[in-house]
């Protein structure tokens, strides 16, 4: 099960931390993935962290976004700086991807949460 928290209502540069707690599996051994979506649109990959402690973002979110993750905790976290207007979405957590990480075909996903950016 994967629990998603840390959304709400903030405005143009500021920051959020998002949280994804997992349940059940060996979590220390999970690639985990954060994608994002707007009303009428795909899923839109953010980031991977991977078991092995690396990360991979999609380049329209490097150096504004960054993710970690607690092993300890079994939490995955988004940090996201400098938030837009465009940054406005519903922000889930994913876990074993099937085919490419980049492409929103995981098996298992959060409820999402959801951020909203005012200008």
């Known amino acids: 099960q994967l629990v998603e928290s840390g959304g709400g209502s903030v405005q143009a540069g500021d920051s959020l931390r998002l949280s994804c707690a997992v349940s059940?599996?060996?979590?220390?051994?999970?690639?985990m993935a954060w994608f994002r979506q707007t009303p009428g649109k795909e899923r839109e990959f953010v980031v991977i962290?991977?078991?092995?402690?690396?990360?991979y973002y999609a380049d329209s979110f490097k150096g504004r976004f960054t993710v970690s993750r607690d092993n300890l905790k079994n939490t995955v976290y988004l940090q996201m700086n400098r938030l837009r207007p465009e940054d406005t979405a519903a922000y889930y957590c994913?876990?074993?991807?099937?085919?490419?990480?980049?492409?929103?075909?995981?098996?298992?996903w959060g409820q999402g949460t959801q951020v909203t950016v005012s200008s």
């Open positions: 059940g599996g060996s979590f220390s051994e999970l690639d």
């Open positions: 994913a876990v074993e991807p099937v085919g490419n990480y980049d492409s929103p075909n995981y098996r298992y």
């Open positions: 962290h991977t078991w092995r402690g690396r990360a």
